[in-house]
Structure formats: C-alpha cells, structure tokens
C-alpha cells in the first residue's frame, strides 16, 4: 500500500518535470522569437536589418503621377540615400516600418532609418508624403483618394501604438513565465501558468491589431490615382506588404499558447 502510493508519487514527480521541460522550451522559444522581433527591428546602422511590421513598396508611384498630371516628374525620388528623413528631401523606393522606427531604401537598397523611438505609430502616409519634395507632396494629397484607409495616419497611428504596449506587455510576461517556471514548486507553477495565460492573450490582441491594421492599410494596393474628381484607371504605384516581424510576433504567440497546456498539467501534478 505505502509502497503503491511512493510509486505513484515517483509517477507525478516524472510527469511534472516532462510538463514542466515541455512549458519550459515552448516558453523559451516565444522569448527567443520575441527578442528577435523587438531588437531585429531597432536599426541604429546605415543598412537596416529586414525585420519590420510592414513594408511600403512606392517605386512605381513616380510614373502613375507621370500619367495623372503629364507633365514629366523630375526630382520626386532622391538618389541620395542619406538625404535627412521627412524633411521633402526626396522620395525612396520602398520602405520598412518598425515598432521603434522606419527606414527608407532607395532602389540600390541602401537606406537610411529615422530615431528609434518606443512606442512608434504607423503612419505610413505622412512618412512618404513628408519625403516629397513641397510640389509633390501637394500635388499627392490632392491625387490619393483620401478615404483610404491607409492615407489616415491618425487611424492608424492611435490603433498601432495601443499594439506595441500590448505586445510589449505580452513580451514581459513570456519572460516572466519562462524564469519563474524554472523554480521547481508548485506556487511558482502556479503564477507561470498566470503569465503564460496572461502574455499569450496580451500578443494575440497585439498580433491581431497589427495584422488587421495593415490589411485594412492595403485598399491602397488596387487603388487608382484620382484626376478632378474622377477615378482614373491609373494604379497608384504604392503596394503595402507584411514584413517578417509581424510573422515572429504571430510565432511567438503559438509558442507561448503551446507552454500554457504543459504549465497548467505542472502546477496540478507536480509536488515540490
Ligand atoms: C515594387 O513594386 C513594383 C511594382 O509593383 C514591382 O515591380 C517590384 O518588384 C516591387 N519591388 C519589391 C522589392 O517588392
Ligand atoms: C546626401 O545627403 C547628405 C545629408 O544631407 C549630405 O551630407 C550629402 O552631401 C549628400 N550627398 C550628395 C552626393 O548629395
């Protein structure tokens, strides 16, 4: 009978530490995923790391303004890719947007990134207008359709600033639930499980911001270039796409959702 309990007690021990590992490699790799997201996408070099939230591809926008206003477009694009950001010193190719900052490439891929900031908005609109020289960037405010959703920087800022806290808060509590999980008792299995529950809800309401943020941003993609009041059959040459930070944030949270099943089993069974 003693012999039977000991046994089953030897049992629960095992299978704790089996969750317990298990919780604790899942939670390990939504940490990994998550700093790789955060400090992939604070660029301080000249050639900015390919890791962003979302990217801008504008390099076909110079000829759709060609056909909108025939007259020749000459100086929209800088070549210089060290020209200062947002101060109408030329347009470039395409552009990333992180949660600390944006970079703009030209076409040689060179680029320059703006100040890493915390809590960063996405306003893609207002970046690339305030790249423009004085005369385009007015002409492109009468030309974009201005009930898109991606020319509403206000929109979009207030929505993805509330989004970086959310995952930043997500970040902090896989952190917490990864190094309080490697105390071996029962209460610190407890307020693992608590922060794994926690941080996984907190990045899936970031993710989810982010990722419906950016489709709605997309009604730029099949735009065409407004003339007077009509619609041309102009596309405007802007194309907005995901970019891989926004994939890591979405792996993190699967990993972090995976660690909460093998927590909750290891604060039920495991007895320090
Ligand atoms: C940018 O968009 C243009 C036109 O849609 C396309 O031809 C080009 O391949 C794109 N470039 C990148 C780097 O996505
Ligand atoms: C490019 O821009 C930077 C910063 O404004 C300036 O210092 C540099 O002289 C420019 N280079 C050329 C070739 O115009």
Known sequence: MA???????AGYRVRGEI????????????VILLIFAHVGQ???????????MAKVNISTYGAALHTAIVDPVQGLYTTNFSAPLEQHAGL???YLFG???HCA??????????NVTTATQWTPFTAVVNDMPTNYSTLTLGLVPPDLTFVNSHYLGEFTRAAYYLLLMGTVCAGLA??????????????????????TTLLLMGVTIWTVIIHKAQDINSAFVVVGSQQSTVPLGITVSTGAGLW??????????LSMGPYMIACCTYRG
Request: glycine share 6%; charged share 15%; proline share 1%.
């Open 3 to 9: 012999r039977a309990s000991r046994r089953q007690r």
């Open 19 to 30: 969750c317990i590992g298990t919780a604790t490699f899942f939670s390990f790799v939504a």
């Open 42 to 52: 604070i660029n301080t070099s000249t050639i900015p790391r390919d890791i962003s």
């Open 92 to 94: 470039r190719q395409f």
């Open 99 to 101: 949660l600390y900052s």
């Open 105 to 114: 490439f030209t076409d040689k891929a060179l680029g320059l990134c703006s």
């Open 178 to 199: 990864m190094l309080i999980g490697l105390w071996k008792r029962t209460l610190t299995y407890v307020i693992s499980t608590s922060f794994a529950v926690f941080g």
């Open 248 to 257: 890591l944030f979405w792996g993190a949270f699967i990993s972090l959702f």
